[in-house]
Antibody, heavy 117, light 107 residues
Framework: EVQLVQSGAEMKKPGESLRISCEGSGYSFTNYWISWVRQMPGKGLEWMGRLDPTDSYANYNPSFQGHVSISTDKSISTAFLQWSSLKASDTAIYYCARHSPLAGFDYWGQGTLVTVS | DIQMTQSPSSLSASVGDRVTITCRASQSISTYLNWYQQKPGKAPKLLIY???SLQSGVPSRFSGSGSGTDFTLTISSLQPEDFATYYC?????????FGQGTKVEIK
């Protein structure tokens, strides 16, 4: 069974750093890209960027570039989303999702709630 | 960025109704268009990919159509479990973008 399991909810202060994770199982991790999607409270979905676990190449939405970093450790089938300095406006649920190039996001993680206050 | 505009933003419908949601792209995206369903407190679920291909395990009452800039998601006979928010997404040109969502509520 394909699963993406994300790390637990986080509560942080502005200016702090954070890394959340997304572990894939039930499939070959390097055969699919991983994207990260933000959902602010009561709002819609925003694509943040995607990663190819094969070569760790990441492509960012310009709206998020420079503020977040996407990485992977393929030895543990895990992708990461990282901030070096959080803002209150980063408060949101963050989802990871797997997909093939130019295909829909077919499996999603359960979401990680990040609260910055 | 390619803007995705869904209409309506919300609708009220009854069980058994035929429901149609439209999505318009600000420029042509061929058929690089996906549809998702999201229920409160849950992750989105892929319903339709590449404009009209039904994702495995999704009921056949869901269908998608369109190409270029205009797309449609149709639910042929609304079921109680279909009350949710629906999003379109283009994955033709990065940054990939989502529509603002259409909330389907019980009449």
């Amino acid at each position: 069974e394909v699963q993406l399991v994300q790390s637990g909810a986080e509560m942080k202060k502005p200016g702090e750093s954070l890394r959340i994770s997304c572990e894939g199982s039930g499939y070959s991790f390097t055969n699919y890209w991983i994207s990260w999607v933000r959902q602010m409270p009561g709002k819609g979905l925003e694509w943040m960027g995607r990663l190819d676990p094969t070569d760790s190449y990441a492509n960012y939405n310009p709206s998020f570039q420079g503020h977040v970093s996407i990485s992977t450790d393929k030895s543990i089938s895990t992708a990461f989303l990282q901030w070096s300095s959080l803002k209150a406006s980063d408060t949101a649920i963050y989802y990871c999702a797997r997909h093939s190039p130019l295909a829909g996001f077919d499996y999603w993680g359960q979401g990680t709630l990040v609260t910055v206050s | 960025d390619i803007q995705m505009t869904q209409s309506p933003s919300s609708l009220s419908a009854s069980v058994g109704d035929r429901v149609t949601i439209t999505c318009r792209a600000s420029q042509s995206i061929s058929t690089y268009l996906n549809w998702y369903q999201q229920k409160p407190g849950k992750a989105p679920k892929l319903l339709i990919y590449a404009a009209f291909s039904l994702q495995s395990g999704v009921p056949s009452r869901f269908s998608g159509s369109g190409s270029g800039t205009d797309f449609t998601l149709t639910i042929s006979s609304l079921q109680p479990e279909d009350f949710a928010t629906y999003y379109c997404q283009q994955n033709d040109i990065t940054p990939w973008t989502f529509g603002q969502g259409t909330k389907v509520e019980i009449k």
